[in-house]
């Protein structure tokens, strides 16, 4: 399967995405190389429910806006997610970036899409040479090109553009692990949920 250098016009990209804020620079760069892109949201790993929901309203009012077509999951697998990262939390990571790229590889290719990628290549916080490697791994076995863009370049312009938007910037990754060590460490860990809940906290992204 060959890689993408330069422009691909004609071409669908199936894109996934975690959150809103991390979509805005992967979709305006993707959207001038590729004939059309979609968004797909599949985050189980997002908790609590509240908290999905809130990412996932906040994604649905950018895409009404600049005309974003996104495939929602019509379930919230939490139990399957925790089901699969109980007893090895330390690598929960590969289980919850590998599930995520999988289903969008399978969708892209159920949908005709000629390529799929994911806004986690956006993120600092993420392994992204896992994410590039576990990208690849999915283009041999489900037949649909990966899209690689270390779209860190554009990490800065992400962020001015979300806050243009006004989006909700959440300020942990997703998972209850996550939640936990974001907030769980003494002797800070009072203020920091004190400045989570009043809006003061650091955003994740
Ligand atoms: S920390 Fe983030 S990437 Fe890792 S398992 Fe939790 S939600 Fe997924």
Redesign the pocket.
Known sequence: MENISGGFLSKKLLLHICCAPCLMYPYAASAKKFGLVAGYFHNP?IHLYSEYLRRKNTLEEFSAKVNLKVIYDKEYKMEEFIRNVVFREKN??FY??NSRLEKTAALARSSKFDYFSTTLLYSKH?NHDYIKEAGYNLQERYGVGFYYNDFREGYKEGIRLSQNYGLYRQNY???I??EKERFYSFPNNNKKIKDRYSGRGNVFK
């Open positions: 790993n929960r990571c919850c970036i993420q990754c997703g998972c692990y996550s």
